[in-house]
């Protein structure tokens, strides 16, 4: 009968084990889920300002590594712990069962094992974060050396980028020796404090058995027993160190989710815009004490166009994050037909702004797919007709592959100029009411560029529109010209009147006309 049951107990063990393991893994797997969800998500709706001081690398490694880590602590250790709690209960309450005054001798290793524990533990944390951090730097060497290819190769770099990365890999593994180091000291103590309690019971369960007060058999029992003890203590142990390297990883992963650079989306919305904008006393600055714009006031009535013109870091860039609501005035204001921006539900706002930013980001994916993104659901004939009208279809078309042309990882595959047709005809494609055009300083040939132009005009027509120029013959479609300079509004008025005023503009203007032959021919 007692094989039977054993064999039972056996078959009982087998399922157990593949339930188990089976849920204990779906639960962590959903952990999983859920965090990298919460981190992404946060990611994606920070606000820009969030970024500043991230690498991609590094929130890559959170997301991948460290959620990851967290799992496997959540997984073993569930199943280490559950199994190792019960354990622990059954054999102390045997013990208890066979005689309580040497439990309680066994059991005084416990205390000990704690303080030898607690005082480990901020070590071995501290430690744990360091690897967290190291391995961090690693995915972002990575991350910077490729995506700066170019340059690295231009300049040689290579070397350079690979002493960073072995001096980052050296990091970790300095990291994990250390690790190394506090567990090599932690586990053996652990070990001994838990060994001294089959000493103890060998001295005082002896002395009682000798003075006839338990049987032999009842000493035996207990050394048994507190051999078996050991196991699952080791298993608590073992899961309490890999807690505190999830607790390493948890932090990074809270660190993202908790940052308070939010975005935030409330705010009336708007479904469709006149299109006047209004800048009111706007201050404003990335780092405290230093302004990028002082005291900026611009009315643009609905439907016209305006050219902002500026020497290199005069604040034009600047001044179009603040009507995409990327950044809000530190001081001032800017009103959209009169409403007060920050007021306006910024997704909303968004999607009646199309903005070609002075650099070109293309996902990976074709030339369709690229001017698609624009407008969720469109067709490709509205693509084709949106090209059409900007006169760059038959363009488009003389691609290798047409519409069909792949763009490559951010637009690797294409050239500036054809990135910058892309980008235009993403931005008409949405059909704004506001357009900001922050046209890249970028050195087309003239066909090309009369093409360019001519698109960009179709995309002005009949909407109020911000163009940053660079080139400063576009400006002579502009209703309005302001020059900035060091963040200030120096001077203003339209085309032929500066012009004639022989001012801050007649000077640039002057300036690029007469260099521009030698430079670009
Ligand atoms: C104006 C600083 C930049 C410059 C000044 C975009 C950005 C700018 N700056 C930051 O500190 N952080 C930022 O994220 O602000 O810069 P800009 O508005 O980009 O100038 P621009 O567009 O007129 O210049 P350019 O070269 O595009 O013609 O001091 O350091
Ligand atoms: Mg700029």
């Known amino acids: 009968m007692i094989a039977s049951l054993y064999l039972i107990a056996l078959v009982l063990q087998w399922l157990f084990t593949t339930v188990q393991t089976y849920y204990v893994e779906k639960f962590g797997q959903s952990v999983l889920e859920e965090l990298r969800a919460r981190i992404h998500k946060k990611i994606i709706t920070a606000n820009i300002d969030f970024f ?30 559950i199994g190792s709690t019960l354990s622990l209960v059954g054999i102390i309450g045997a013990m208890l069962y066979l005689d309580v005054k040497l439990t309680l001798v066994v059991l005084l290793s416990v205390p000990v094992m704690v303080f030898v524990a607690k005082h480990f533990g901020g070590k071995i944390r501290t430690a744990y974060r360091q690897t967290r951090r190291e391995i961090a730097r ?16 231009a300049f040689g770099q290579e070397r350079k980028v690979e002493e960073e990365f072995e001096e980052a890999s050296k990091g970790a593994v300095r990291a994990y020796i250390k690790v190394a180091f506090y567990m090599g000291l932690f586990w053996p103590l652990m070990n001994i404090s838990s060994l001294l309690s089959i000493v103890l019971v060998l001295a005082y369960g002896g002395y009682l058995a000798y003075m006839g007060a338990i049987s032999v058999g009842t000493v035996v029992a207990f050394i048994q027993y507190t051999q078996r003890f050991r196991g699952p203590i080791n298993e608590v142990v073992s899961m309490y160190d890999s807690l505190q390297s999830a607790l ?12 308070p650079n939010m975005e935030v989306f409330d705010g009336i919305r708007v479904e469709k815009l006149e299109g006047h904008v209004r800048f009111e006393n ?40 603040l009507i995409m609501r990327f950044y809000d005035p530190k001081r001032g204001r800017i009103l959209y037909d009169g409403l007060i921006g920050t007021g306006i539900n910024k997704e909303s706002l968004r999607s009646r702004i199309s903005y070609v930013p002075q650099e070109t980001y293309l996902f990976p994916g074709s030339v369709m797919e690229n001017i698609k993104i624009a407008k969720p659901g469109s067709t490709d004939e509205e693509v084709v007709n949106v090209c059409r009208q900007l006169g ?3 363009f488009i078309e003389r691609l290798p592959k047409g519409y069909d042309t792949p763009a490559g990882e951010a637009g690797k595959l294409l050239s500036v100029g054809e990135k910058q047709l892309i980008s235009i005809a993403r931005a008409m494609l949405k059909n704004p009411d506001i357009v900001i055009l922050d046209e890249a300083l970028s050195s087309v040939d003239p066909k090309t560029e009369s093409l360019v132009q001519h698109a960009i005009l179709k995309l002005m027509e009949g909407r109020t529109s911000i163009i940053i120029a660079h080139r400063l013959t576009i400006t002579r479609h502009a209703d309005r010209i302001i020059v900035i300079d060091n963040g200030k509004i120096i001077e203003e008025g339209g085309f032929k009147d500066l012009l004639t005023r022989r001012g801050k503009f007649h000077e640039l203007y002057s300036s690029q006309m007469t260099v521009k032959p030698m430079v670009e021919r």
Do not use: C, Q
């Open 282 to 321: 706007v201050w404003f600055w990335y780092e405290e004490g230093k302004p990028v714009l002082r005291n900026i006031n611009i009315d643009i009535p609905p439907g016209t166009t305006i050219a902002l013109v500026g020497k290199t870091g005069a604040g034009k860039t600047t001044m179009a994050n």
């Open 138 to 153: 690693i995915s972002s060497v990575v991350e910077e050396g490729v995506s700066g290819i170019e340059t690295v190769k």
């Open 248 to 259: 390493a990883a948890l932090e990074r992963i809270y660190e993202v989710i908790d940052d």
């Open 392 to 394: 760059i279809h038959e």
């Open 52 to 81: 500043k001081d991230k690498k991609t690398g590094d929130l890559v490694s959170r997301i991948i590594n460290d959620t990851g880590m967290v799992n496997d602590v959540l997984v073993s250790g569930l199943l280490g712990g």
